[in-house]
Nanobody
Framework: QVQLVESGGGLVQAGGSLRVSCQAS????????MGWFRESPGKEREFVAS????????SYAESAKGRFIISRDNAKKMVWLQMNDLKPEDTAVYFC????????????????????WGQGTQVTVSS
C-alpha cells in the first residue's frame, strides 16, 4: 500500500497562486494513478484533477480547467497541484488520493475508486 502526506496549503489572496504537494511512501509509486480532491464546509468532497500512472494523461474538473495543473515525479514519489488565479470558492481542504489496479494511461474522477488518501491541507483564498 501507499501512504500520502499533503503540504503547501495556506492563505492566499484572490487572483494569487499556490502549489500543494503530496509525498508518497511505500509501494512503487508508478503503480498508482493519482488524484486531487477538495472538501469545503457544507459540501461533499469533489474531484479536482487526476493524473495517470506515467504522467502522460491528465483530467480536470470544469472548475479547474485552465487554472490548475496536476503533475507528478515518479522517481521522487511526488504529485503536485499548481493552482493559479485562485478564487474564494476554491477555499477547501485539498486531499491527494491514489488508485492502483488501473491501466498506465488511466485517469478518473470517481472518488470511490481511490483507495488511499492523505490527511488534507487547508487552502484559504481571501477576497
Amino acid at each position: 500500500q501507499v501512504q500520502l502526506v499533503e503540504s503547501g496549503g495556506g492563505l492566499v489572496q484572490a487572483g494569487g497562486s499556490l502549489r500543494v504537494s503530496c509525498q508518497a511512501s511505500g509501494r512503487t509509486f508508478s503503480l498508482y494513478a493519482m488524484g486531487w480532491f477538495r472538501e469545503s464546509p457544507g459540501k461533499e468532497r469533489e474531484f479536482v484533477a487526476s493524473i495517470s500512472r506515467n504522467g502522460g494523461s491528465t483530467s480536470y474538473a470544469e472548475s479547474a480547467k485552465g487554472r490548475f495543473i496536476i503533475s507528478r515525479d515518479n522517481a521522487k514519489k511526488m504529485v503536485w497541484l499548481q493552482m493559479n488565479d485562485l478564487k474564494p470558492e476554491d477555499t477547501a481542504v485539498y486531499f491527494c488520493a491514489a488508485r492502483d489496479m488501473v491501466g498506465v494511461g488511466w485517469t478518473g474522477s470517481n472518488l470511490s475508486g481511490y483507495k488511499y488518501w492523505g490527511q488534507g491541507t487547508q487552502v484559504t483564498v481571501s477576497s
